[in-house]
């Protein structure tokens, strides 16, 4: 079975993420905030694919996507979302991506979403970020493509 980008993606009221106490992203009000993994099969094509997926689907108040109602999105690079803890007590990575494969896929979503229009802002890729959100719903999905 072919591994899939994955995105956990939450409706939020606001986000933020914060490096060594500085504010590097935040979105204020209705948007998405969206932690983007990355496996080894990964492509460009994929972040294509996941960006208009982000771009399109309607999870927003009132069954609206971000290029509905041009609410912003936060997009964080998340290589825990391959992690696997079935065995053991400590979860193995193997199936995430290194870094040298995964920061330009997740750079690729986040330049794909502004080339349909969107307004994102990121976290750093690599860094020990703090996320702090508002969701509202509380709703949250994983979107795999």
């Known amino acids: 079975m072919m591994a899939l980008m994955r995105a956990v993606v939450q409706r939020v009221d ?30 460009r094509e994929k972040a294509a694919q996941l960006a208009r997926k982000l771009w399109s689907v309607r999870i927003l108040q009132g069954e609206k996507s971000c290029s509905d109602t041009a609410a912003p999105l936060l997009v964080i690079s998340q290589f825990t979302l391959y992690g696997d803890a079935r065995k053991g007590r400590r979860p193995t990575w193997n199936a995430a991506a290194p870094g040298p494969v995964a920061e330009p896929l997740v750079d690729e979503v986040v ?12 976290g750093r890729f690599g860094a020990d970020m703090k996320v702090s959100l ?3 719903g509380p709703f949250t999905v994983l979107l795999e493509v």
Do not use: K, Y
């Not at 986000?15 to 990964?42: K, M, P, Q, R, S």
């Open 134 to 136: 508002t969701n509202d």
């Open 14 to 43: 606001g986000a933020a993420v914060v490096v060594d106490g500085e504010t590097v992203g935040e979105i204020v009000g209705e948007g998405l905030c969206v932690l983007v993994g990355v496996t080894h099969e990964d492509t």
């Open 111 to 122: 330049a794909q979403l502004r080339a349909l229009g969107a307004r994102v802002e990121t």
